[in-house]
């Protein structure tokens, strides 16, 4: 069995029901972190999610932001556990993530003091490569 996630009739995708319940799952949990809503609905009932596009690309540009922005490795290994898929389905919508395009400052909510390095610009490759990736993976 598998869910989709769609916006309208366009299929971003479709995965088994546990990654697409742990998907939906995890877009709610990141709500705080991001700063706004999610745009993935709730499971319709027919094994299908809706997504908002914008309101979904503007959460994960804010995550996106918060990625790249932080410097602490347990911050950066959650946010890299979701991401990618989430930056499939936001170009498979048609939208963008103006954060993969943008200087980024440091933020200092989250510092690791532990760690030193800060390389938004490593850390955005690695985050486009890693959604390369998962692209090829990602059924439709």
């Known amino acids: ?39 993935v609905g709730p499971d319709t009932g027919r094994d299908e999610y809706e997504v908002d596009p914008d309101i979904f690309a503007a959460f994960v540009d804010a995550l996106t932001t918060r990625y790249l922005s932080t410097n602490h490795p347990t911050l950066t290994a959650m ?14 919508s048609g939208r963008d993530v103006p954060a993969l395009g943008r200087p980024v400052a440091r933020d200092n909510r989250d510092i690791s003091l532990s760690r030193d390095a800060f390389d938004p610009d490593g ?12 692209a090829r993976a990602m059924p439709r």
Do not use: I
Not at 4 to 9: A, I, L, P, S
Not at 81 to 91: C, E, I, K, R, T
């Open 1 to 39: 069995m598998s869910q989709y996630f769609k916006v309208g009739e366009l299929v971003l995708w479709n995965p088994s029901n546990t990654v697409a319940q742990l998907f939906a799952r995890v877009s709610e949990a990141m709500v705080p972190v991001a700063g706004c809503p999610s745009g």
């Open 79 to 92: 946010l890299e556990g979701y991401l990618p898929a989430a930056l499939v389905m936001v170009q498979r």
């Open 123 to 134: 850390d955005r490759q690695r985050l486009l490569d890693l959604a390369e990736r998962h």
